[in-house]
């Protein structure tokens, strides 16, 4: 399999080789091949040239997923620029702070966001585009403004016998030259602009088309959930999609389950990549109702009969996804053991993988047949894993990583740079695990929230709330410290609440507090059970913002 020594070779090598391949398509709207693709980067390097912008500035990007975020994104870089995408979710306030902040000088901008935003708040940006036609909907330049309205003449008259392939010559990136800005929502609450060099970028397509390339082809087809402007979603979905002459199906609307499972259908990905939320919501809904029956248990409890009913049961679960992938890869946060034990029971090829937006994201990984409970993976290609534990299989310890796919820091921001990287180039990265003799990295939980019980012992809140998630009418809960008391704060099931009164709620969740103490340890034990109205408020990558509720 051919590899290259830099990222923007990659994007020139899928173009040139799938020129007449289809490439991007906004589901249930317009398709773009690798040469469409082409010409519209093409169009915006003219833009970016007969303008004021230089390789090295920065261009931010905030909007739904689509082609033409993709087509922004792909443009930025192979120009020699700096992309900082932001997350659509983002309110005004927020989007504007990172283009000041990033000292943008064009902002490509969704119709949905584009509401939120007050251009006078952006005094820097020399021009604000429109994604879905690339209109230019405010201009502080002349020069921008000439070109963008002259843009087809210059096109044409620079390519007077048409664009082909060998036309395409893209931008020779080196390994530390900065490639992008991906400012994290995170879960403290505070925004930190995170320096990612070609060489992390590169790194992480590297290792998945090498670990991934010879299970999933080009032209294979691959559905866009997560954000493209998180590290996980544009890494793993559309950066290796495209580099690998992929087909990709962007959603363009809100994910609801009932879209998701539309999309599997029609689009049969040959790759799922995924949030538990997602995963955890169709196995609950769809699955469990299924095989919870008491005839399907009795059957599962015969061993003559049980491997052909899990093998159905297999092919059910299969079938909801679309029924055509390799494996389904579940990264951002910690799969529920319920489902995750029930996944591996039934022989589903899953797979957990473990990374930070500092690190491009890929930290760990493993195929889903050298997969074992509970882990996330073994230590991607060109990164050093290690546990700061005095027993690092036993006992939990800080997981530090350092190696190709590391940051460079954050932008303008050298004291929490320090914080976090050492002296010897280690990452810290905030999360407890363990690891094995095989080099199978387990997550414990984040060392921010690790909690003291009364009796000094360490208290692992994830590890209590995944256990209480699987018990009845409970959606989701985080595990919050009262004093020297353990409260359980939980958002009840709501497609199941209907049918009971608040009185019956709150005894179920009474009966659910004392079948999940008789599991835990004296000192980790729940005093009571709170519920609430409203889900929790939760980062683009579907994990609960619990700053808030501490």
Request: aromatic share 10%; hydrophobic share 40%.
């Amino acid at each position: 399999m051919e590899t290259f020594s830099s990222f923007n070779a990659y994007i020139q090598r899928a173009i040139v080789d799938y020129w007449d391949q289809d490439a991007l398509t906004d589901y249930q709207g317009i398709t773009l091949q690798f040469h469409d693709v082409a010409r519209k980067i093409e169009k915006l390097h003219i833009l970016f040239e007969n303008s004021d912008v230089k390789p090295g500035d920065k261009i931010a990007i905030c909007g739904r997923n689509s082609a033409h975020w993709a087509v922004a994104f792909l443009a930025t870089l192979t120009y020699g620029a700096v992309a900082v995408p932001i997350l659509h979710e983002f309110n005004g306030e927020q989007i504007q702070n990172i283009v000041n902040h990033s000292e943008s000088k064009l902002l490509f901008i969704g119709d949905y966001a584009v509401k939120t935003i007050d251009p006078e708040q952006m005094p820097a940006l020399e021009g604000i585009i429109n994604i879905p036609d690339f209109s230019l909907l405010i201009s502080r330049s002349e020069r921008l403004a000439y070109a963008r309205e002259h843009l087809n003449l210059m096109f044409g008259s620079k390519y007077p016998m048409a664009f082909r392939r060998e036309h395409v010559n893209y931008h020779q990136d080196e390994a530390e030259e900065l490639a992008l800005i991906n400012y994290t929502s995170g879960t403290t609450g505070f925004s930190k602009g995170v320096m990612l060099p070609y060489r992390a970028i590169w790194g992480n397509i590297e290792f998945i088309i090498s670990r991934l390339g010879k299970k999933i082809h080009p032209g294979d087809n691959l559905l866009s959930i997560l954000p493209m402007a998180h590290m996980y979603g544009m890494a793993v979905e559309f950066l290796f999609a495209f580099c690998h002459g992929c087909h990709l199906f962007f959603l363009t609307r809100l994910p609801s389950p009932a879209i998701i499972a539309q999309a599997f259908a029609d689009i049969r990905p040959a790759l799922i990549i995924t949030v538990p939320l997602i995963i955890e919501k169709i196995i609950r809904k769809r699955v469990f109702p299924k095989v919870q029956d008491n005839r399907v248990k009795l059957l599962l409890s015969m061993p003559v009969v049980s491997k052909k009913v899990k093998d159905r049961i297999c092919q059910e679960v299969y079938n909801a996804f679309g029924g055509n992938f390799y494996e389904i890869i579940v990264g951002g946060a910690a799969l529920s053991k319920e489902v995750e034990e029930f996944l591996l029971s039934i022989n589903f090829p899953v797979t957990v993988g473990y990374g930070t937006t500092e690190c491009a994201p890929l930290i760990s990984y493993c195929d889903h047949k050298e997969f074992v409970a509970g882990c996330c993976g073994k230590p991607v290609d060109r990164m050093e894993v290690k546990i700061l534990s005095n027993n690092p299989q036993h006992i939990p310890g800080e997981i530090v990583t350092k190696g190709c796919n590391v940051m460079q820091g954050y932008y303008k921001n050298e004291e929490a740079t320090r914080q976090v990287i050492d002296e010897e180039g280690w990452y810290h990265t905030g999360d407890l695990g363990t690891m094995d003799a095989e080099s199978h990295l387990f997550i414990r939980g984040r060392i921010k929230n690790m909690l003291l019980a009364a009796n000094g012992q360490n208290v692992y809140p994830e590890e209590i709330e995944d256990k209480l998630n699987s018990m009845p009418m409970v959606a989701e809960s985080i595990v919050v410290q009262r004093g020297e008391k353990l409260v359980a704060l939980v958002y009840p099931d709501k497609d199941e609440m209907v049918s009971f009164t608040q009185e019956e709620l709150e005894r179920i969740m009474e009966q659910n507090r004392n079948t999940l103490n008789g599991q835990l340890p004296v000192y980790s034990r729940i005093a009571a059970i709170e519920l609430r109205d409203e889900e929790f408020a939760k980062t683009p990558k579907k994990s609960i913002k619990r700053y808030l509720y501490n």
